[in-house]
């Protein structure tokens, strides 16, 4: 696809130096650009958005993600060593994310895709409070999901992660949530969700099995996409316990 690397050890090591949004968006547009328009053509990326795009007949499109065009300076974020990306309006809803975290060899670094849940007010959005009622209400019908039949379903969703990755607020990843039956049973126990959710795969450049798909755009593309086809059916489920 291209003769660059897509996100080798090194651009870790220059993530973990930036130390703002504007430094570390100005540092990775381009790959982050890149990154989305390759999955704005996988299967199943498609597939998700075509499936949104008929419970949001306004917001019709073929694009999972927004891009440039569309999404001007806001289509993906950055903070201190990290950033990242969500569906097209996903704020509010169970969004298909991407991001990464970088750092010096020996510490947390690594680029993570998965469904995230954002059980806070931290937006601009006029109608936030609305909006995460909403969103709550969304997050306790996934809770209904795999506290019913569906638990088999989702511990086996899980297990075809390579390397299952939970992130919740102030422990990021958390090592002791590293299995399907131990993250049911915590968020079944959650007594009062709040902040920041995320369950999915990861890869490490620090890992040499995984280092090559990393560096290699189509194999990345590859592994990202058939993540999200595969929280596919979860996610319609979600929605559609809600009612759509």
């Given at each position: 696809?291209?003769a660059?690397?897509?996100?080798?050890?090194?651009?870790?090591?220059?993530l973990?130096?930036?130390?703002?949004?504007?430094?570390?968006?100005?540092l990775?547009?381009?790959?982050?650009?890149?990154?989305?328009?390759?999955?704005?053509?996988?299967?199943?990326?498609?597939?998700?958005?075509?499936?949104?795009?008929?419970?949001?007949?306004?917001?019709?499109?073929?694009?999972?993600?927004?891009?440039r065009?569309?999404?001007?300076?806001?289509?993906?974020?950055?903070?201190?060593?990290?950033?990242?990306?969500?569906?097209?309006?996903?704020?509010?809803?169970?969004?298909?994310?991407?991001?990464?975290?970088?750092g010096a060899?020996?510490?947390?670094?690594?680029?993570?895709?998965?469904?995230?849940?954002?059980?806070?007010?931290?937006?601009k959005?006029?109608?936030?409070?609305?909006?995460?009622?909403?969103?709550?209400?969304?997050?306790?019908?996934?809770?209904?999901?795999?506290?019913?039949?569906?638990?088999?379903?989702?511990?086996?969703?899980?297990?075809?992660?390579?390397?299952l990755t939970?992130?919740?607020?102030?422990?990021?990843?958390?090592?002791l949530?590293?299995?399907?039956?131990?993250?049911?049973?915590?968020?079944?126990?959650?007594?009062?969700?709040?902040?920041?959710?995320?369950?999915?795969?990861s890869?490490?450049?620090?890992?040499?099995?995984?280092?090559?798909?990393?560096?290699?755009?189509?194999?990345?593309?590859?592994?990202?996409?058939?993540?999200?086809?595969?929280?596919?059916?979860?996610w319609?489920?979600?929605?559609?316990?809600?009612?759509?």
């Open positions: 696809m291209t660059i690397p897509a996100f080798p050890p090194d651009s870790f090591d220059r973990g130096q930036c130390h703002d949004e504007r430094e570390t968006v100005g990775f547009a381009q790959r982050v650009d890149r990154l989305i328009a390759l999955l704005n053509h996988s299967d199943g990326c498609s597939r998700i958005a075509e499936t949104r795009s008929r419970w949001h007949p306004g917001k019709s499109d073929n694009r999972l993600f927004a891009d065009p569309i999404g001007a300076v806001e289509y993906f974020h950055g903070y201190p060593a990290h950033w990242y990306f969500c569906h097209r309006g996903g704020r509010w809803e169970p969004q298909f994310n991407v991001g990464m975290f970088g060899p020996g510490q947390r670094r690594y680029l993570r895709f998965g469904v995230g849940f954002c059980l806070n007010l931290n937006s959005d006029p109608d936030r409070e609305a909006r995460l009622i909403d969103l709550r209400a969304l997050f306790q019908g996934f809770l209904f999901l795999i506290k019913g039949p569906y638990r088999h379903e989702f511990r086996r969703l899980l297990g075809l992660h390579r390397r939970l992130e919740r607020d102030g422990l990021v990843p958390d090592p949530l590293n299995s399907a039956d131990r993250i049911i049973d915590w968020l079944l126990a959650w007594e009062h969700p709040d902040g920041w959710l995320f369950i999915g795969e890869l490490s450049p620090d890992l040499p099995a995984e280092r090559p798909v990393l560096e290699n755009w189509y194999e990345l593309v590859k592994v990202i996409d058939r993540t999200f086809a595969a929280w596919r059916p979860t319609v489920n979600i929605w559609q316990v809600a009612g759509h």
